[in-house]
């Protein structure tokens, strides 16, 4: 059997986690099993290193961010060695170039072109547990990228795909994933299962047990994942295409507060304007999420919409620079917002959702500011201070806490 395990940061965040790691990796390669391991930075290593390079220069190039940040990696994947090395176990740790990870040149936030698994084949004929490095590639002109945010994820689950493992298991520091974040609501409770769709969701409107772009990944190549914790050895939650129809209407809720509403106002109410405006952002890279447009009033129309809060700035930017060729007469911003999205395949059949979701907050006297949906997933936008309070409301709401 062929095993992917990635291992965060927390996992490996000093040498008696690093130990325990190694054993867990080599508790598998010796019932047998061939063993990559894909780790990510230590600890807070990949904050203190942008800490460090904004100290230096508070708006650095992105390649030279890249070329500091994929450091950190390394420094995990051959202390793994060495740990497994210390225990009589052959292991040999790989870069994104030793293993030729290809990936697009977008500094900061490349995606995968293509992997030659060549290498790690050869090194897992050898008999050894080959340990790669997360977040990382390489593009044309050689130079080092990283994949952004929960990159190893990515990592770890485009190996799986292409080495055609048996099973990819995600370590982190919660034990599985949860109707919603135990650490804000605390009679969260762990799912057995749930579909690639439901993580997809979740992973994109704030859940941070899995990055969105992996669980992608997983789905369009059939990888089943399994989300577990390197603390403990509790059963984790498995992530596949279809799971047994649950009695529950939603599979859970999740809360991000990396988001920042925009109001452009005053733009002509014709057609061809928004999509150029939102055409202009989308060529700057911005991604834009929750969309809200106004009734026209004397030939102009107010265009609301929500993007990450790392990229207001940029956003801002561009807006301020083609204001008028978009024929914005003004542009305001909120970044004391938050969303809070429920998610579950259930309300595709089930009528009242919504409502449900808008009582909850109603009962907890929570404003709701713009709203959008999908058909597995409601979304609103509400103040940033009632995140908390209304992540437990809908929850409650909901009667997720209840085993089914």
Do not use: W
């Not at 130079?143 to 990515?154: F, M, P």
């Not at 058909?375 to 009632?386: F, M």
Request: proline share 1%; net charge neutral.
């Amino acid at each position: 059997m062929l095993i992917v395990k990635k291992f965060g940061g927390s996992s490996v965040a000093d040498r008696e986690r690093i130990y325990n790691v190694a054993k867990r990796c080599i508790e598998d390669y010796r019932k047998g099993h061939d063993v990559v391991v894909v780790l990510s930075a230590m600890g807070d290593t990949t904050d203190d290193l942008i800490a460090l390079a904004q100290s230096i220069n508070p708006e650095p190039k992105k390649r030279e961010l890249d070329m500091l940040m994929t450091t950190g990696e390394q420094v995990s994947v051959s202390l793994m060695a060495m740990a497994m090395h210390a225990m009589d176990v052959p292991a040999v740790s790989l870069n994104a170039f030793q293993v030729k990870m290809n990936s697009t040149s977008r500094y900061g936030n490349a995606r995968f072109k293509s992997i030659d698994k060549k290498r790690i084949l050869h090194e897992l004929d050898s008999r050894k547990i080959v340990i790669v490095t997360g977040f990382q590639g390489v593009n044309k002109y050689e130079d080092i990228t990283t994949l952004g945010r929960g990159g190893s994820d990515t990592t770890a689950v485009a190996l799986a795909a292409v080495l055609n493992a048996d099973l990819c298991e995600i370590y982190t520091d919660v034990d599985g994933v949860y109707t919603a974040d135990p650490r804000v609501v605390k009679n969260a409770r762990k799912l057995e299962a749930i579909t690639y769709d439901e993580m997809l969701e979740l992973a994109t409107c704030g859940a941070k047990v899995l990055h969105n772009r992996s669980v992608e990944m997983a789905k369009k190549y059939g990888v089943e994942l399994v989300v577990r914790s390197s603390l403990n050895r509790s059963e984790g939650t498995i992530i596949k295409e279809t799971v047994k129809m649950e009695k529950m209407l939603i599979t859970g809720v999740a809360g991000d507060k990396n988001t920042a509403r925009i109001s452009v106002m005053g733009v002509e109410d014709k057609p061809g304007i928004a999509f150029r405006i939102f055409n202009t952002l989308a060529k700057n890279n911005i991604n834009v999420d929750i969309i809200l447009q106004s009734v026209g009033r004397e030939g102009t129309k107010d265009i609301s919409f929500t993007v990450a809060q790392d990229e207001l700035k940029r956003a801002l930017e561009i807006l301020e620079e083609h204001k008028e060729a978009l024929t914005i007469q003004e542009i305001s911003y909120n970044e004391k917002v938050a969303k809070i999205s429920v998610v579950g395949a259930g309300m595709m059949t089930n009528p009242g959702v919504a409502a449900k979701m808008f009582e909850s907050l109603y009962n907890s006297r929570i404003n709701i500011s713009m709203i959008s949906t999908s058909e597995i997933r409601i979304t609103v936008l509400i103040d940033e201070k009632d995140i908390d309070k209304a992540m437990n409301a809908v929850h409650d709401g909901f009667a997720l806490a209840l085993v089914e």
